[in-house]
């Protein structure tokens, strides 16, 4: 009876403690991308605060589901012989969040390599594994005992290998795409590289994770070994989601550029050009503004008075562009002023 006991209870006290630390996680994320990201798309900030709303209520319910056997109930049969109450939340909870996710995914899939077959085929098994979910909830709440889980496997096979086999097409397209975008630069390819190993993290740890729930469910029946991997899963999909999410600061800092760009918020893919968008970034951010302040004899001789001072401004042309001759004249006319300045100035 001991073992049964902490083959019960252990699993379930282990997955809801993951369950927490990655909240504390994903809390953190969520703060961040609200404070780098104030003026992104309204309906992509809500969306964002609808995961923060569903992710709580998920924490809450997994301590809910710890707390009826180990407090409420301790000491009684009926902690060991009825699941509780709140686990019947568990599979609504993890696919109203994880579904989501993915067919955000698969939408900006569609967008950025144009490959509407594969979007369609990562939706497919998202609404699938959305579907399972429902049903298994459904027939958690009739099917209270421990002794009945094994009866509703199907709907909890569809569930976790539907999630499974999205977040493989998910993280294999990913990195199809990241491939196609290495130039042969050293250091961009280096920067690419890094994302690639990010999304294999992210995304092989969600299907990681769902493919050992459902191994364990099946494979070691009357115990609740599953929930290790099955309680965190859902916060696996929300700190995944926002780690790209957050990322696109660090990796704009890393390419000096304003404007963010990676694999999955990046600029759609152009057929016949895989550089293009790589080109085209570039051109718009060649041009340089240079901003020159000459001191007069006025100043020099009065250092308290720094306003009395020229100030010209200059906007050199973009090179790319063929502004090679037009800078090389701007040049020239920043020259003459400064020769004109220090003449007049003694």
């Known amino acids: 009876m001991p073992g049964s006991v902490v083959l019960l209870f252990g699993p379930m006290l282990i997955g809801a ?30 969306f964002v605060l609808y995961l923060l709303v569903v992710e709580t209520l998920n924490t809450g319910f997994n301590l809910g589901i710890v707390y009826e056997p180990l407090v409420q ?12 109450v709140m686990l019947e ?27 509407r077959r594969m979007a369609a085929l990562i939706s497919f098994f998202a609404i699938a594994s959305f579907a399972g979910g429902i049903v298994g909830t459904v027939e958690s709440a009739i099917k209270t005992d421990y002794s009945q889980l094994q009866e509703f496997k199907g709907a909890v ?16 397209t990913l990195v199809y795409s990241l491939h196609k975008r290495k130039t042969g630069n050293s250091y961009s390819d280096a920067m690419v590289n890094r994302i690639i190993r990010l999304t294999l993290q992210t995304g092989a740890l969600t299907a990681l994770f769902a493919t050992a729930d459902v191994v364990l469910f099946l494979a070691v029946p009357h115990t609740t070994l599953n929930f290790i991997w099955d309680f965190p899963l859902c916060k696996l999909y929300t700190n995944a989601l926002l780690s790209t999410l957050n990322a696109r600061a660090g990796w704009s800092n890393l ?21 293009s968008d790589y080109k085209h970034r570039r051109s718009i951010y060649t041009s340089t503004t240079i901003e020159l302040k000459v001191p007069t ?32 004249a701007t040049v020239k006319e920043v020259e003459s002023s400064l020769a004109g300045s220090s003449s007049s100035a003694f």
Request: no cysteine; glycine share 6%.
């Open 17 to 46: 403690w993951l369950n927490a630390i990655l909240y504390g996680i994903l809390v953190l994320q969520i703060f961040m991308y609200l404070q780098t990201f104030k003026k992104e798309a309204t309906w992509m900030r809500y």
């Open 73 to 84: 109930r301790y000491g009684t049969e009926r902690a060991t012989t009825r699941v509780p």
């Open 89 to 115: 939340t568990e599979p609504i909870m993890t696919v109203l969040i994880a579904s989501p996710v993915q067919l955000f995914i698969a939408w900006r899939i569609k967008i950025i390599s144009g490959s």
């Open 157 to 172: 096979i569809t569930w976790l290998i539907a999630a499974a086999a999205a977040d493989i097409l998910i993280t294999g």
């Open 255 to 275: 390419n000096g550029q304003p404007h963010p760009n990676n694999v999955l918020f990046g600029t759609p893919a152009v057929e016949g050009n895989i550089n």
């Open 297 to 328: 004899q006025q100043s020099m001789k009065d250092v308290t008075m720094p306003d009395d001072s020229i100030s010209m401004k200059y906007e050199l042309p973009d090179l790319e562009a063929g502004g090679a001759s037009e800078m090389s």
